[in-house]
């Protein structure tokens, strides 16, 4: 996550959310900037290792019951955590 973050806030700054500006932009940041290939690939690998993480995390508590009594309310509070991260991504996806 941290990693994800990092990388965000780099590429942000390189990035120009205009409509006419944005492909150019992320073309400036591949070409030019020292390790900015890099820096986007690792960004949008790490956003799906980071997905891959969470269904396994899911999946876990499936099989372990972790959505049954006592812990209803944590696992409601996950799903709503889960739904706002793929908000996220769908945010930085559409980027």
């Not at 990693?3 to 073309?27: C, K, N």
């Not at 999946?59 to 696992?75: M, Q």
């Amino acid at each position: 996550l941290v990693l994800q973050i990092v990388t965000g806030i780099v590429l942000a700054m390189h990035y120009t959310p205009h409509v006419d500006m944005a492909f150019a932009s992320v073309e400036h940041i591949m070409r030019n900037v020292n390790g900015g290939h890099m820096l986007r690939y690792v960004h949008a690998n790490g956003a799906s290792l980071f997905f891959i993480a969470v269904y396994a995390h899911i999946f876990r508590g499936l099989y372990y019951g972790s959505y049954k009594t006592p812990r209803e309310i944590t696992w409601i509070i996950g799903i709503l955590i889960f739904v706002l991260m793929m908000a996220t991504a769908f945010m930085g996806y559409v980027l």
